[in-house]
């Protein structure tokens, strides 16, 4: 019913950048909030940045003064911009949605396939 694809995920050095983007497309009623998950090999899955629907956000310590989450609410998209990125950033990164389908009265959390970022010299 909704689809989260994901692009922009690469390999790059430490202190570059990256934008990630997602589009949610389907049969889609609403959108709440969006956000941006990472998992690194060995590790679980965790919070990189949520944005509301009114554009509050939410940052993990981590990623404060380096990373920005944004939405584009007419398209359903989400961005990542991410700076000064470190080899502690590698992981791969999903995005998720909490979404209302067209035609139903409840609200589930859909993700992407999800993109690697890769920073290495």
């Known amino acids: 019913q909704v689809q989260l694809v994901e692009s922009g995920g690469g390999l790059v050095q430490p202190g570059g950048s990256l934008r990630l983007s997602c589009a949610a497309s389907?049969?889609?009623?609403?959108?709440?909030?969006m956000g941006w998950y990472r998992q690194a090999p060995g590790k679980s899955r965790e919070l990189v940045a949520t944005i509301t629907r009114d554009g509050s956000t939410n940052d993990a310590d981590s990623v404060k003064g380096r990373f920005t989450i944004s939405r584009d609410n007419a398209n359903n998209t989400v961005y990542l911009q991410m700076n000064s990125l470190k080899p502690e950033d590698t992981a791969v990164y999903y995005c998720n949605a909490r979404a209302r389908p067209r035609a139903t009265v409840y609200w589930k959390d859909y993700w992407g396939q999800g993109t690697q970022v890769t920073v290495s010299s």
């Open positions: 389907g049969s889609i009623f609403s959108i709440d909030v």
